[in-house]
């Protein structure tokens, strides 16, 4: 079974500058997607940024981008130019893309961003 | 587009009473999930439905937990009897089609803001 792990529960970041949150994954496919994840306080969860694993390019997204290292399994978020409004929980999550698998997505414990002005 | 709606947001009860949870999801999305998400740890997918089927329920508790999607729309999450574990914001998401585009990623799941549920 496939397990995703965030060992940081907590992490701080400076307004304007760059903080990077760790995920790590177990799993035994060769192919699959990873997402980040953004929970505000008592708001929706959105989707920040996807990998997909067959491409060895790193997925980016404005101020947000991702540290895939598909051998080590570890894909990691960088925030870079931190604003007020990245405050939130990070959750890392997992997808397989095998034949037959549903669309279930396989959540790390979460990291509670906070960005001091 | 509207997104998933979610009623009612918050909701406090004693143990041993029942709780129910609505969820409609995006317009013309074929999958709906409902995932638990207890203070602390990630969300777990409790139960979710292609259309008006079950493709996967296998950690949802079904001696208390219930849930149905009649109509292949929107959903109903049950909890007879409530116990102080289930304590949590019960998570309803949705996505195009679980079927399909798998690989391009454009099946991405849309999450509603949730239903905080207090059993005291």
């Known amino acids: 079974a496939q397990t995703v792990t965030q060992s940081q529960p907590e992490m701080s970041v400076q307004e304007a500058e760059t903080v990077t949150l760790s995920c790590t994954y177990d799993?035994?496919?060769?192919?699959?997607?990873l997402f980040w994840y953004k929970q505000p306080p008592s708001r929706q969860m959105i989707l920040v940024i996807r990998?997909?694993?067959?491409?060895?390019q790193n997925a980016t997204e404005n101020r947000f981008s991702v540290n895939f290292q598909k051998a080590a399994k570890s894909f990691s978020l960088k925030i870079s130019d931190s604003q007020l409004g990245d405050a939130a929980m990070y959750f890392c999550?997992?997808?397989?893309?095998?034949?037959?698998?549903?669309?279930?997505?396989?959540f790390g414990t979460g990291t509670l961003l906070a960005v001091q002005p | 587009e509207a997104g998933v709606a979610q009623s009612p947001r918050y909701k406090i009860i004693e143990k041993r009473q029942s709780v129910a949870f609505w969820c409609n999801p995006i317009?013309?999305?074929?999958?709906l999930y409902w995932y638990q998400q207890i203070l602390g740890q990630g969300p777990k997918l409790l139960i979710q439905?292609?259309?008006?089927?079950?493709?996967?329920d296998s950690q949802l508790p079904k001696d208390r937990f219930s849930a149905e999607r009649l109509k292949g729309v929107d959903s109903t999450l049950k909890i007879q009897p409530a116990k102080l574990e289930d304590s949590a914001v019960y998570l309803c998401?949705?996505?195009?089609?679980?079927?399909?585009?798998?690989?391009?990623?454009?099946?991405?799941?849309?999450f509603g803001a949730g239903s905080r549920l207090t059993v005291l």
């Open positions: 439905f292609q259309n008006n089927g079950v493709v996967d």
């Open positions: 799993t035994s496919e060769s192919d699959y997607y």
């Open positions: 990998q997909e694993a067959y491409k060895q």
């Open positions: 999550a997992y997808r397989s893309v095998r034949s037959g698998a549903t669309n279930k997505l396989i």
């Open positions: 998401a949705s996505s195009l089609d679980r079927s399909g585009s798998l690989r391009d990623g454009a099946n991405v799941l849309t």
């Open positions: 317009s013309g999305h074929a999958t």
